[in-house]
């Protein structure tokens, strides 16, 4: 459990103290894919869905749900341009809350869509970078 830093001794959670750390520009991508019905689709491309534009209310929900990961996901920190801790979560959080919200804004079309794929695709900033090959 030494290798968690979230984790102590004992394997209970806890807060990390990244005071000490240095503040750097930190970036982190995130993607995950929905797939529906050809008519859901086009309902989506088209602008058609009885709810609103699809893609925008996904747009602002992915937005909004990057700056409340902190309050989402626990032991998770703030995210800024410059910072002391990563913003992989913040990323996770806004492409996983556009698809569910796609999911929503879409349901009454096709029920069986599925989220698929949610995953970091780059990180950038700290002590390391990392892009997914």
């Known amino acids: 459990m030494k290798d968690l830093s979230h984790l102590d001794a ?9 005071g000490a750390k240095s503040e750097t ?16 689709l086009a309902a989506v491309e088209s602008n058609a ?3 609103g534009d699809v893609i925008a209310v996904a747009r602002i ?3 909004m749900a990057a700056k409340k990961t902190a309050e989402l ?9 410059h910072g002391k801790t990563g913003v992989e979560m913040e990323a996770l959080t806004a492409a ?14 096709d029920r069986a869509m599925e989220i698929s794929g949610v995953r970091l695709t780059e990180k950038r900033g700290g002590k390391s970078g990392w892009t997914r090959e």
Not at 10 to 18: L, T
């Open 10 to 18: 004992e394997g209970r959670a806890r807060m990390v103290d990244v």
């Open 25 to 40: 520009a930190r970036t982190a991508r995130a993607e995950g894919s929905i797939r529906m019905s050809a008519q859901a």
């Open 49 to 51: 869905v009885a709810k």
């Open 61 to 63: 929900a992915g937005i």
């Open 73 to 81: 996901i626990p032991l998770t920190a703030w995210a800024s341009t």
């Open 96 to 109: 996983s809350v556009a698809l569910l919200t796609i999911y929503d804004m879409a349901k009454a079309i």
